[in-house]
């Protein structure tokens, strides 16, 4: 089912095909049933890697049926889609056997060109894995904590307290001037002639326009109004969901934060994609929002190569 969102439809991983059924989340005997059934569908992450096959012509995530040895796996119950149960599997004792397997990819390689089902089971469960891999003890006691409700919390065993997987917020913006031209930057960190717009996380106790206000001001020294929300989507690398937003700049003269940003400037949208054109500057992949809310603001899509990601 496509996006449920009409201004950016089809956001590589906002998409969804799978039935949460929290419901059914509470059964203790869940999990050890599906594992048994030859039914479920089975993702099997390793690391930060499912395996992919292109036997159907476009990549898809293989989801086979559960093997024994996941019964002593960290399992996830996704929910249901197309009559079938689907199930997350951490099998992080494989690791050693998919290193070099290409096969094996991440979510940033293959997300954007997997189906619904294959997008959605594979960030959900990268996002799950990733926040009980680095949550296991209990932050009121130190006791170590157990997966519950179907792998959707941790619970402690020592003082009874559950524990919720955590979504770090993080806004997202194109800032456009009086002309309709777009800022673009280029943070500490960004690889060859990579440029994106300006992004940050949202603080306790503030708003999302707040954040966007902040960010923009922090970075680059531009006041802005007229924030706008267009559309959002989860970014497991480890725990984001990253909020797109519009806003309008009050002025074009930049200050630049030297610990951040690296350069900034105004593009025209013929500015833009001459840049493209000769290499200058290359933006993000379609897996990103980044690249989605420059195109929304370009009026289509940008004529720029993918970097090749493993
Ligand atoms: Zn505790």
Redesign the pocket.
Known sequence: MPSADATLPDLALSRSAIDRRGDLRADPRLLARLLADPDTRVLRLVGDRVEVSDAGGGPAVVLGPPVPADAARLALYLGESGGHAVVGVVADDRADAVTDDPAWRTLRSVGADLDDLGAQAFATTLALANWHRTHGH?P????ATEPALAGWIRR?P??A?DHYPRTDMAVIMTVVDADDRILLARGKGFRGNGMSVLAGFVEPGETLAAAVAREVAEEVGVEVTDVTYLADQPWPFPSSLMLGFTARALGTALHLQAEEIEAARWFSRDELAAALADGSVVVSGRISISRRIIEHWYGGPLDSPEIPLR
């Open positions: 209990c009121r006691c130190g006791a402690c020592a003082d307290t």
